[in-house]
């Protein structure tokens, strides 16, 4: 038997170079191979001279395979290409080849084959292996228990994975990096493998994975030298990633990174370039150890000369004048030489929807057009420069479609779509659909992405295919909690992509009707003290042709007067509202078709059995409340919903009854002035009981009269906007406001639909058609007008006023849960009238929190705030309050 050929793994260098032979390799590793080869080939030349002849064609008599315990023999001898039948040269191309296409399966540490037999011209063949160790067990020195699954799951290291040299370095080069990033620039990885020795006949290696992370390498300082025009501080500040040490910098480490700080080198000099220094350029950097082990950076610059902006001329352009172009550059002659502006003007890749020329031109259909700065002269610093121009065939959008809706029926995702078949070509539209597609809350918004197909610039045609990821777009509540004195129970459903056509489709329940877009939810909650019931629709596109959505709800609560005596709740005594409301919102198209206009009727009829409460003058009785609300809203935020970067989002709503005072011939004047003298009579302790008793009764019957039908008007303003200040990092200011008025100052304001300011937002049980203001770092609509006597109240206010400063920074904004943490400031306050308003008497909190966001569950968060001033009946700043956060969106 003679060894036809033999490359195995071996720890000596000759066998590396010889088994990596299929592989990549440098020049000189590639020459030392070669040499390998040609002595084994000269060895074939002394043994060949028995039994076969050296250069002969032979025929395979067959293939056989030894040593592999992994792999079955007629899956190597396919991976080998050697045949039965086939006709080879020993030694030969054929045996090289097979030998390669083996190694390159990296599945094997040694490859050998051997003839075994020779029978005339026919040879018969064995490919002896050796499969690589498997993966047996794999410890991680260096980090915290907490860190090790993390890095086994990134790394693939699990138990019977393949032990490759490429798989340790990757591994090495992998943590290395991963650890100099967090600022550990002389992190050391080592990796040992211990042969695992035991009965089973698969090879088997225990992993130790030593990780020396040493101490985070801190920048001391950064010195510039060659620094004239501009000065150290604007130069530092210009690289965002990269800083000295500063005790007070919160948001920003002084970690070195060589990454970051290659790109801040780059961000520099662009500092330069924007103040007309276009030949700045770093002639060398250095980076020095010290002896306390931080680090000092050395930056040598050549500023240049100061350049200014010459004669701009544009040529090749027909579809806009020279004009038009110039004002949308915005670049005069004689300014100083701005080299990033000028890219940013002609074409912005930071901001797909940037007002510059290319868009200029992309927005009407020049999808093919090319734009290009050329400096022709520069003399005297004086840079002239021709903007030259290709326009190119204007694109026309041929075929449209989207993927990956699964649950989501076409229909709701195409009547979305601003780019359609025959449409010529908008990147703004593109742009547009984009965020219409992440506004619906079906697909995850970060996942959603035009992509272009089938290009063809000589026809002027494109394929847009929308690729969108759903998103669990239901929500289940199911809670209980203890408060009030009693317990809470809590079941709300929410589907928001229903399809109520399905509903008696059993085929559909998978598990509940879906895919149409409208929305249906369901809300269950009780205690012994009160109960509540509500049942919502709304369909967006009422008729299925326009954005006309059309809503519904439903509602009945019931709540018990509490009997301070048995601490329970008194069934004879109950406070019962029904509401029902009906609304139609229409998306319009001017000013812009942001805005959209809605419209709602609502009822309400509010009972009071044995009611007595100092919230109602009147314990049985009842009002009604019948009131038409009309609301302008404009919303252009991109592009989650749930997390927006950009855009504002503003609303005016206002809120009336029919004025019943102007028909229904009653003197409430008459009304007014017999109820402040009742007033009188029953406040004055001198008066026998029996007749304060008696002004007691004529005031609640005057405030039945008064609010048999409720009689207001109530205007709420909101907007906030969101921007943007670092790649994550969002600043959203917030600004509400709200009144509540009454046409007839005689018949007064209601005791109903008022604003109750303080705390966590959640309105719970509200009865009374009230809206509760979030204002964090108080405790819930604690924030009350005073009366008359300087008093506080527990009616709610008429007027409040809200302004919020919070910062946003994501944690994960994964479709299976979004998580995003906030720093706030916020201040608001609560009146009874104007001439108590005023806007800078604010009560004033600040804190910190966080949300998350799943999509069975909905929004939960919780919030840390803290308030600085006191309330009523406190001597000192209010303090500390945690607020819990539960389905809804600050």
Not at 82 to 91: A, D, F, R, S, W
Not at 297 to 321: A, H, R, V
Not at 471 to 493: P, R, V
Request: hydrophobic share 35%; proline share 3%; charged share 25%.
């Amino acid at each position: 038997m003679k060894l036809l050929l033999n490359i195995k793994k071996e720890k000596d260098d000759l066998g590396k170079l010889v088994n990596n032979l299929a592989n990549k390799l440098p020049i000189k590793t590639l020459i030392k191979q070669c040499i390998v080869l040609f002595i084994i080939t000269i060895s074939f030349n002394v043994t060949a001279q028995d039994p076969y002849d050296t250069g002969k064609k032979y025929t395979i008599g067959g293939v056989s395979v030894s040593g592999s315990k992994t792999f079955n023999e007629q899956t190597v001898v396919a991976a080998s290409r050697l045949t039965k039948g086939q006709e080879i040269t020993i030694p030969g191309e054929e045996t090289v080849t097979a030998i390669k296409k083996l190694w390159e399966s990296k599945l094997f540490s040694d490859v050998e084959i051997y003839v075994t037999k020779i029978e005339g011209n026919v040879a018969y063949l064995e490919i002896r292996l050796s499969d690589l160790p498997q993966l047996n067990e794999v410890k991680i020195n260096g980090v915290k228990k907490g860190k090790i699954e993390a890095i086994i799951k990134e790394n693939k290291l699990e138990k019977g994975t393949k032990v490759t040299e490429n798989l340790k370095a990757t591994t090495k080069n992998y943590l290395t990096t991963k650890y100099q990033k967090e600022g550990f620039y002389n992190t050391k990885v080592n990796i040992n493998t211990v042969e695992v020795k035991d009965s089973l006949q698969i090879p088997r290696v225990n992993m130790v994975v030593n990780i020396d992370k040493g101490k985070k390498v801190k920048i001391k300082d950064i010195v510039i030298a060659g620094n004239e025009a501009l000065s150290d501080k604007k130069l530092r500040k210009s690289m965002k990633k990269t800083k000295q040490i500063n005790p007070i910098r919160i948001l920003k480490r002084s970690k070195y990174v060589e990454k970051d700080y290659k790109e801040d080198l780059t961000k520099l000099i662009d500092a330069y370039k924007e103040n007309g220094y276009r030949d700045a350029r770093v002639i060398s950097d250095s980076l020095i150890v010290n002896d306390d082990k931080t680090i000092s950076l050395q930056i040598n610059l050549e500023e240049g000369e100061l350049y200014k902006f010459g004669d701009i001329t544009f040529i090749g352009n027909t579809i806009y004048t020279n004009q038009q172009l110039s004002r949308m550059l915005r670049i005069n002659k004689g300014d100083t030489y701005n080299g990033v502006l000028l890219q940013k003007r002609i074409q912005d890749d930071s901001k797909p929807d940037s007002d510059d020329i290319a868009n200029l031109y992309q927005n009407y259909g020049y999808l093919f057009s090319k734009i290009d700065p050329v400096e022709v002269s520069a003399d005297n610093n004086v840079i002239d420069l021709e903007i030259r121009i290709v326009e190119g065939k204007p694109a026309y959008f041929n075929n449209v479609s989207v993927v990956g809706n699964d649950k989501t029926n076409d229909h709701v995702v195409y009547r979305m779509l601003r780019t359609l078949p025959g449409q010529i070509y908008s990147k703004a539209n593109v742009v547009r659909t984009v965020r219409e597609l992440g506004q619906l809350g079906f697909f995850d918004a970060q996942e959603i992405s035009p992509n272009f197909k089938n290009v063809n610039p000589l026809e002027g045609t494109i394929d847009m295919e929308y690729s969108v990821k759903e998103t669990g777009s239901s929500q289940i509540e199911l809670q209980g909690g203890y408060g009030g004195g009693g317990f809470i129970g809590t079941l709300g459903l929410s589907f928001n992509n229903f399809s109520i056509k399905d509903l008696f489709n059993k085929d559909a329940y998978k598990p509940i009707p879906m895919g149409d877009g409208q929305k249906l939810a369901l809300r269950l909650q009780a205690s012994q003290f009160f109960q509540t019931y509500s049942f919502s629709f709304s369909e967006p596109w009422l008729g299925g042709k326009r954005p006309v959505q059309f809503s519904t709800s439903l509602s009945q609560t019931k709540q018990f007067l509490y009997n301070y005596q048995t601490r329970r709740a008194d069934k004879n005594q109950s406070f019962n509202i029904t509401g029902v409301s009906v609304g139609l919102a229409r998306r319009l198209s001017v000013p812009d078709d942001y805005f959209t206009l809605s419209q709602a009727l609502s009822f309400q009829i509010y009972d009071l059995n044995n009611y007595n409460t100092g919230l109602f003058t009147f314990g049985n009785g009842s009002s009604k409340n019948l009131a038409y609300t009309i609301g302008l809203s404009r919303d252009d935020t991109n592009i989650d919903p749930i997390y927006p970067t950009g855009g504002s989002r503003f609303g005016i709503t206002g809120k009336l009854s029919i004025p019943y005072s102007l028909f229904n011939d009653v003197d409430y004047s008459a009304l007014k002035i017999e109820r402040d003298n009742s007033e009188i009579i029953r406040d004055n302790p001198t008066n026998p009981d029996n007749i304060r008793q008696d002004a007691s009764d004529r005031i609640a019957e005057i405030d039945q009269e008064r609010f048999k039908w409720l009689e207001f008007y109530k205007v709420n303003f909101k907007g906030e906007w969101f921007t943007q200040i670092t790649k994550d990092l969002v600043l959203r200011p917030n600004v509400e406001f709200g009144f509540l008025g009454a046409y007839n100052n005689d018949r007064g304001v209601i005791p109903f639909e008022r604003y109750f300011v303080g705390g966590d937002g959640l309105a719970n049980f509200a009865m009374d058609g009230r809206e509760v203001i979030q204002l964090r770092g108080y405790p819930n609509q604690s924030i009350q007008p005073l009366d008359r006597e300087g008093n506080t109240t527990n009616d709610g206010a008429t007027i409040y006023n809200k302004f919020s400063l919070e910062l946003r920074y994501p944690i994960t904004l994964k479709a299976s849960a979004k998580i995003y943490a906030l720093a706030f400031m916020e201040g608001g306050s609560a009146y009874n009238s104007f001439r108590d308003y005023n806007p800078f008497n604010l009560y004033r909190s600040a804190g910190f929190g966080v949300r998350i966001f799943m999509p069975a569950f909905g929004l939960l968060g919780i919030d840390f705030g803290h308030g600085f001033d006191p309330l009523f009946g406190e001597t000192g700043s209010h303090g500390w309050e945690t607020h819990f956060i539960i389905g809804q969106q600050f």
